[in-house]
């Protein structure tokens, strides 16, 4: 019998959501896209990170892009940071490219991040998030 050949035609992932009645107590480590509208205490590591206007994120971010709306409380690492006017940031940005709407607010440090360290994100391998679930 004749096999298949597998496609590597990979239809796009939509964003794994977040509700803005969701808090979440635990590091999220994911190798896709993040929309987050809830509340996150804890470390994230993703691909894409989109932080809606209601979304708050206590703790720091590794992604390759960030598109912050709402507020974040720690320190942002990122090839691609993009703050809209609603951004509320206290802590410093690690960044390739930054784009800042007016109106957006940064308590922190703004700085280019050393080239060696412009690799793509990756998750640490054998690490394990850890989730707390709540609907609020």
């Not at 509340?39 to 703790?59: K, M, Q, Y």
């Not at 957006?104 to 998030?129: D, F, H, M, Q």
């Amino acid at each position: 019998m004749f096999n298949k050949p597998k496609t590597t035609n990979k239809r796009p992932t939509p964003p794994s959501l977040f509700a803005e009645n969701l808090t979440i107590e635990g590091n999220l480590n994911s190798t896709g896209d993040l929309q987050i509208d809830g509340t996150v205490t804890g470390d994230i590591t993703c691909r894409t990170l989109t932080l809606g206007e209601d979304g708050v994120v206590n703790g720091e971010i590794r992604a390759e892009t960030v598109h912050v709306r709402g507020r974040v409380e720690g320190r942002i690492i990122a090839a691609t940071v993009e703050l809209a006017a609603s951004a509320n940031i206290t802590g410093d940005i690690l960044h390739d490219s930054l784009g800042v709407e007016a109106g957006a607010r940064v308590e922190g440090n703004l700085k280019r991040r050393p080239s060696a360290s412009a690799e793509p994100v990756k998750l640490i391998e054998g690490t394990k998030p850890s989730l707390v679930l709540t609907n609020s």
